[in-house]
């Protein structure tokens, strides 16, 4: 059987399930009368708490727990991230534009659960059609009285914005975008003080990824231990997994966690292509450490499988490489991505990351010097001692150790490939 | 106090107020701001930056420090379409560089930079949320998924024949395209008028053909 929360409608419905009247005939909003006629905010957070959801942003931290740290202080605000930029992820992509009154419902729940009364939804800039969806969504429930003053007559009011960024990555930690959201430069605060502490104009605020919010309304209609109870026990619920690169069908899949490798590889995404061997996969957007089929296909598809081969679900992008790959020059792609997305802030991410993306290119340029492969270790391990995962942190935000991803990942599983791309490398191994 | 905006249009000085007060802080529409104001002077000018430091009460100097910290915020005019293709890890795997390449041939301009007449600006971009769909490739920040290197050559081709008044990613997909990331839906009306994010309360979108 397979469990479908979040794109059961729009499968169900293709034509229109992005639109109100379709969401109400669905059993839209009914989440949101039993919350606020039958629930306390308590009762809410509880439900949310006995879920065990990980949040599905990347960092896989529970959701209850975070909404447990909420500070007292008035006003509080939730934030949403649609900034979506981890290489490989276009799954909230498919939430805001299939289905926005299900985050919208999630919204409305969430606020009323955590006495917020505006909420924000950040938008990566390069979304324009995301942005449109749930702007038009916004306004179909302004006008049905789901939105505003005193909703359905509970005495419960809530205002939604939405807010474009200006094409940022780095905008996607969630304290750089609570800068940018204030008007300001991208750029990652100091933690603590957390968010849920001292977050947006320096007031108590929960950020949360839109695929999280978006499960809130089942949660509440079917209750938080009914959620638990889908999936493994650490890796609870379903889970929506972006699948790209040489696969036969790449796409957006909900599965429920726990599956393995192998059958999310070639069942759901179709094999190869022409098919080709596999050669790696990126498990967890472009930040993750890579996984290959020698050792890891039977391994199982949880967050905390993931944790034990070293690595992570991160924004649940996967990302296909077959036979044909140089993996040295997809790593360069990936250094060079975080080269660019660098905030600057701290030296080792800013300047590690453009010399790694140096080095990697005088390699694929046929100029590597045998010493270059200790170099390429020695300056990774500089932006993140130990070269662990996760990663030890000398930077402000996880950015400049997660650029270190690729270089571990390539000289762990595919150091013979990279040496022969030196001249004279044999005389250093000698 | 004078009125730093009277010169834009009515609509976008409506929409600026409007922006202005969907926040606790003004400074929280700088953003929204700079793509109004980049409307108005086709990128975010020296002008448009100092207007939007007097419509949020902070310096010039600030609004420069922040506006250059994003790529979507232009320090030089832009053309009328601006190209972006996507060269990040899962559109490399399927040749997005080939489809950068046969775009600036097919526009005659090098990534990075505009073409004298003004018709088009050719940039490579990180990862646009297409990735199911690469190579991926927007115009005007409107999206095509499935852009094989012959086909992007043949939509720039399009874009300078027809010259459209609003762009619209299903009719550049539907013409151009291949391979989605997932099933778009119905048809959707709004499009971009400009190379500014196409979002109504930005004064950005328009409904085309
Ligand atoms: C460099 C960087 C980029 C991130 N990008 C995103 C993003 O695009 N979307 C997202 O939801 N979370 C992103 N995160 C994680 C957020 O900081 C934050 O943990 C998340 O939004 C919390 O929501 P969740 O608990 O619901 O997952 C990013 C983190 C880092 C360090
Ligand atoms: S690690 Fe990099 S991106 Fe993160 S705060 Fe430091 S410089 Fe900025
Ligand atoms: S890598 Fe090109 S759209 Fe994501």
Excluded at chain 1, 108 to 113: E, F, H, T
Excluded at chain 1, 277 to 305: F, N
Excluded at chain 1, 330 to 357: M, Y
Excluded at chain 2, 33 to 59: F, K, N, P, Q
Aim: proline share 7%; charged share 20%.
């Amino acid at each position: 059987m397979t469990t479908k929360i979040l794109t059961a409608r729009m499968e169900a419905h293709p034509e229109d399930s992005h639109t109100l009247a379709r969401y109400e005939s669905t059993g839209g909003y009914d989440a949101l009368r039993k919350a606020l006629a039958e629930m306390t905010p308590e009762q809410i957070v509880d439900s949310v708490k006995a879920s065990n959801m990980r949040g599905r942003g990347g960092a896989g931290f529970p959701m209850g727990v975070k909404w447990g740290f909420l500070a007292p202080a008035e006003p509080r605000y939730l934030v949403i991230n649609a900034d979506e930029s981890e290489p490989g992820t276009f799954k909230d992509r498919q939430l805001l534009e299939r289905d926005p009154h299900q985050l919208l419902e999630g919204i409305l729940i969430s606020s009323y659960a955590l006495g917020v009364d505006q909420a924000y939804v950040y938008i990566r800039g390069e979304y324009p059609k995301p942005a449109r969806r749930l702007q038009r969504a916004i306004d179909e429930a302004y006008g049905a009285g789901l939105l505003g003053e005193n909703i359905l007559d509970s005495g419960f009011s809530l205002d939604v914005s939405i807010h474009l960024g200006g094409g940022a990555y780095i905008c996607g930690e969630e304290t750089a975008l609570l800068n940018s959201l204030e008007g300001r430069r991208g750029e990652p605060r100091l933690k603590p003080p957390f968010p849920a502490v001292e977050g947006l104009y320096a007031k108590p605020t929960i950020v949360n990824n839109v695929e999280s919010i978006s499960n809130v309304p089942w949660m509440t209609l079917n209750g938080g231990d009914s959620y638990a109870a889908i999936g493994p026990e650490r890796s609870s619920g379903t889970r929506l997994f972006s699948l790209s690169g040489h696969v036969k069908k790449p796409g957006n899949y909900e599965i429920v966690m726990g599956i393995t490798w192998a059958e999310l590889i070639y069942e759901l995404g179709g094999g190869i292509r022409n098919d080709n061997a596999l050669k790696a996969w990126i498990p967890g957007g472009a930040s993750a450490p890579w996984l290959v089929p020698s050792e890891h296909l039977d391994t199982l598809v949880t967050i905390d499988d993931a944790a034990e081969q070293g690595t992570m679900l991160g924004s649940g992008a996967i990302v296909v490489m077959d036979e044909t790959t140089n993996v040295v020059a997809a790593a360069r792609n990936i250094v060079k991505f975080f080269a660019h997305e660098s905030c600057g802030q701290c030296t080792p991410c800013r300047e590690g990351t453009s010399w790694l993306d140096d080095i990697l290119q005088r390699i694929l340029d046929g100029q590597g010097r045998p010493e270059d492969i200790d170099l390429l270790l020695d300056v990774s391990d500089n932006i993140s001692p130990g070269l662990a995962w996760p990663p030890a942190m000398t930077t402000i935000c996880p950015l400049g150790p997660s650029a270190t991803a690729p270089i571990t990942s390539i000289m762990r599983w595919f150091r013979p490939e990279v040496e022969a791309m030196i001249p004279m490398s044999e005389v250093a191994s000698a | 106090m004078s009125n730093p905006i009277s010169h834009w249009s009515p609509a976008n000085q409506e929409r600026a107020s409007r922006l202005l007060e969907a926040y606790p802080d003004r400074r929280s529409a700088l953003m929204p701001l700079l793509y109004v104001a980049s409307l108005e002077h086709r990128y975010a000018s020296d002008d448009a930056m100092e207007e939007v430091a007097e419509l949020t009460g902070i310096t010039a100097a600030q609004v420069r420090s922040v506006a250059t910290f994003y790529t979507m915020f232009k320090q030089a005019p832009v053309g009328e379409y601006l190209i972006s293709v996507c060269t990040s890890i899962s559109c490399h795997l399927l040749g997005g560089e080939d489809v950068l390449e046969s775009v600036e041939e097919a526009a005659g301009v090098e990534h990075g930079s505009t073409g004298e007449d003004g018709l088009f600006s050719v940039e490579h971009v990180e990862c646009i949320g297409a990735c199911g769909g690469a190579p991926a490739v927007q115009v005007n920040y409107e999206l095509i998924e499935g852009v094989m290197p012959d086909r992007a050559g043949a939509l720039v081709g399009w874009l300078r024949d027809t010259k459209p008044d609003v762009v619209l990613a299903d009719e550049m997909q539907q013409l151009f395209g291949g391979v989605r990331s997932f099933d778009w839906g119905p048809t959707e009306a709004e499009g971009a008028i400009r190379p500014v994010p196409a979002f109504a309360p930005y004064g950005s979108a328009r409904e085309g053909r």
